[in-house]
């Protein structure tokens, strides 16, 4: 069995305001089906942008870096 399968967490919470109108638009418009789903997807998009970020950081670290080393 995957690591992935094994792990699980236990979220209870209400969504008010905002967040709440966005799942039910969601809802509505058949792109997501439940509240759970709306959630995950929120959670990996927002995990992926964070990502991205943290890759460009990176990127520009490691570019400076070499500008460094290329003109010191």
């Not at 969504?15 to 509505?28: D, Q, S, W």
């Not at 959670?43 to 890759?55: C, H, P, Q, S």
Request: aromatic letters at 4%.
């Amino acid at each position: 069995m995957g690591k992935e399968s094994s792990e699980k967490l236990h979220v209870k919470c209400t969504l008010t305001g905002e967040p709440a109108r966005i799942v039910l638009e969601l809802k509505e418009r058949g792109i997501v089906a439940s509240v759970r789903e709306a959630v995950v997807h929120g959670i990996l998009a927002f995990y992926e942008k964070t990502a991205e970020r943290d890759l460009k950081k990176a990127q520009a670290r490691a570019s400076l870096r070499l500008q460094e080393e290329a003109y010191p």
